[in-house]
């Protein structure tokens, strides 16, 4: 069953190109590494605040990138601009 994980984090609008280039940089070494990563998004709430919305093939994928994610460069990188960071996990029941 897929998973949807949303990410949000508040970063300073001056790192507004630097977010969006870590994210990218971020998607794009997770799919080299961990597969299951079907869709990624990145949008913003406002200025400063920032969701990212992540779907898996299923939990077991998002729990591995979790797993490996943390001691990446890239990881390190695009975490570097963001504060306060929360996350939720969605099991996707029904699609409609």
């Known amino acids: 069953m897929s998973t949807i994980s949303v990410t949000r984090f508040q970063a ?10 870590r994210h990218a940089a971020l998607v794009t070494a997770i799919r080299a590494d961990q597969p299951g990563l079907t869709e990624a ?4 709430l406002d200025d400063e605040t920032w969701v990212g919305v992540w779907r898996w093939d299923c939990a077991a994928s ?9 001691g990446t460069a890239a990881a390190a990188a695009a975490f570097a601009v963001a504060r306060e960071v929360t996350a939720e996990d ?7």
């Open 62 to 70: 998002l729990q591995a990138a979790r797993q490996a994610a943390p």
């Open 41 to 44: 998004r990145l949008g913003r």
């Open 12 to 21: 300073d609008p001056a790192d507004a190109d630097q977010v969006r280039a």
């Open 90 to 96: 969605i099991e996707v029941l029904d699609e409609l």
